[in-house]
């Protein structure tokens, strides 16, 4: 798990990110995309929650690939879930890409706010070769 205060630690995420699809034996696409998804979730946690983490889990089986990064935070959570999910909704000032942006990286994408915090899953999946 990795506490995310910073700028720097963002970067620690997104390169644990890059290097758990790296470690899979997927491709630098992949790596990529799992990489920036985590990236964009973890700027949001650190720019408008507190204590937020990353935890990352590889939750692979026979057939595919699964591996999964959890970020949270237990900021005050989002008012609108549905606004924030549109692109280039922002209360921020930014272009509005991180949420929906990051859902169209993965395979997998669940998120969860109330005024506890917010919990965003995103998962790769990808059939193993045989």
Do not use: K
Request: aromatic share 4%; glycine share 10%.
């Amino acid at each position: 798990m990795l506490d995310l205060r910073s700028g720097d630690d963002i970067v620690r995420a997104r390169l644990a990110a890059r290097d758990l699809v790296r470690q899979a034996g997927l491709g630098l696409m992949d790596q990529t995309r799992f990489a920036t998804a985590v990236s964009e979730l973890g700027r949001n946690a650190v720019r408008y929650g507190v204590q937020a983490r990353c935890e990352f889990s590889d939750l692979s089986d026979a057939r595919h690939w699964r591996l999964q990064a959890m970020v949270s935070d237990q900021g005050p959570g989002i008012e609108n879930l549905e606004q924030a999910m549109q692109d280039g909704f922002s209360t921020g000032g930014s272009l509005g890409a991180g949420l929906p942006g990051a859902r169209r990286l993965v395979d997998v994408f669940d998120i969860r706010s109330d005024d506890s915090g917010t919990v965003v899953t995103v998962q790769l999946v990808r059939p193993r070769r045989p």
